[in-house]
């Protein structure tokens, strides 16, 4: 749990007090998510592996148009946040039993919630052509357009200079995807807040736990890819289980009102 609280002053908009919390809060958020799973793993396991084979479906399909592909693959979890709401919901109502009827947080705050949907569907078209952009650049045509293409024949070593830019690029547009995000959606989902007010909050969370929110990014970015790189069938348990701790993130970092 957090041990130090901070109000955040902000001259035009009121944000909930928010905690400091250790660097190895994370690992705890993931066991709370494990927990979660397990409580509610007929639906958690449902919403995973519908999210997995969503995932493989998009991309196998789109595997013909090469930065499409890449796109879809870092990208998709770029509006996870989005995709996690029936996780927020379930660990919402397993800590509340009886008191909320499913995804009543959405029906109270969907407006809120839908903008920040559009918000996260701009990031990812931004980046899809940020994508199309970095393959134009540095790949050679014969490998945009080779049928035997394959990751492996990408992470050669002679595509060095695509792999550091497009990561490079990547990596900022995921951790400002991160900052905007990290207790945003739970926390319209519990509250009836509105956008900037949850959007606030997330960055002075970042702000004031660098190293814990740095911890979790790259927890995420580690699981995530993992699961990615498996061709997605892993997503189906750790999505789930990263939807679950995102909701207890929430909980350690912001304090009810």
């Not at 709370?32 to 479906?57: E, I, K, Q, R």
């Not at 792999?163 to 690029?169: D, G």
């Not at 580690?222 to 789930?240: D, K, R, S, T, Y």
């Amino acid at each position: 749990m957090g041990t130090v609280s901070i109000k955040p002053h902000t001259k035009h908009i009121e944000l909930p007090s928010l905690r400091r919390v250790q660097a190895h809060q994370p690992l705890a958020w993931l066991r709370a998510g494990w927990g979660d799973f397990l409580h509610n793993w007929p639906l958690s396991l449902t919403y995973g592996v519908l999210f997995a084979v969503l995932g493989y479906v998009l991309v196998d399909y789109a595997w013909s148009r090469l930065h499409l592909a890449m796109a879809l693959t870092t990208g998709f979890l770029l509006v996870a946040p989005f995709l996690a709401i029936g996780f927020y919901d379930l660990s919402r109502r397993q800590e509340n039993p009886g008191q909320f009827r499913p995804f009543e947080g959405l029906r109270a705050n969907a407006g809120s919630i839908g903008m920040f949907a559009l918000l996260l569907a701009f990031i990812m078209s931004a980046w899809e052509r940020i994508s199309a952009i970095l393959v134009g650049l540095f790949l050679k045509t014969d490998i945009v357009t080779s049928e035997s293409f394959s990751l492996g024949l990408l992470l050669a070593p002679e595509h060095a200079d695509f792999i550091a830019p497009y990561m490079a690029f990547g990596a900022l547009v995921a951790a400002l995807t991160f900052a905007l995000a990290v207790v945003s959606l739970p926390m319209l989902m519990d509250r009836r807040v509105d956008i900037i007010t949850a959007i606030m909050t997330s960055l002075w969370v970042v702000r004031e736990n660098p190293l814990p929110m740095l911890v979790w990014a790259i927890l995420i970015a580690v699981l995530g890819f993992a699961g990615l790189l498996a061709w997605f069938f892993p997503l189906a348990i750790i999505f789930p289980v990263l939807g679950h701790a995102t909701w207890h993130a929430y909980r350690d970092l912001v304090e009810q009102g």
